[in-house]
């Protein structure tokens, strides 16, 4: 596979487009973000509308992974926090295609997000993630610390409740 470019996205029809295809392609799939199946195209090009909206105002960046032309994964960095929560930053939104899985995008768009969180300062970052078939070892194997499991705390796309797995994760601010 060539080199993964990522950058952050800005609100284009296309690019609205492909990140609705991935929602709807993780959901269908099982994917607990926040979703439930079936997830119309309408519901996902709405949430990204929104979501893009958000990052123009500098609320949030969306960061998305190119195979060439072709956007395979995104993940979302929230900014616009508390006021007395200016040094951190809360990963969301993490989902890659499943045709381009297992092949380190998950792990360069999250390089690349911890990056951006460095140079805006923030020095804590955040996330959660299903018990049931989360990311868990991949947020592991990058560093990130397991606070604890609060039990039924999201019912899956299909149906049935799972566990989130809350993580957090020190990181140095750019000088």
Known sequence: MPP???EPLTDTPGIRAALSEILVEAVANGGNVSFMH??????AAQFW??????????????????????L??????????PPNQPHRAEIAKMLVRLSHRRRGVASALMGAAEAVAQARGRTLLVLDTAVD????????RLGFQLTGIIPDYAVKPYGGLTGTKIYWKRIAAAA
């Open 4 to 6: 993964i470019k990522i």
């Open 72 to 81: 395979i994964g995104t993940v979302t960095l929230l900014l616009a926090l």
């Open 133 to 140: 078939d989360g990311a868990s070892d991949l947020y592991e």
């Open 49 to 70: 509308q929104n979501s893009l909206t958000a990052a123009s105002r500098g609320e949030r960046i969306v960061l998305g992974a190119f195979d060439g032309e072709n």
């Open 38 to 43: 079936p997830l119309p195209s309408e519901a």
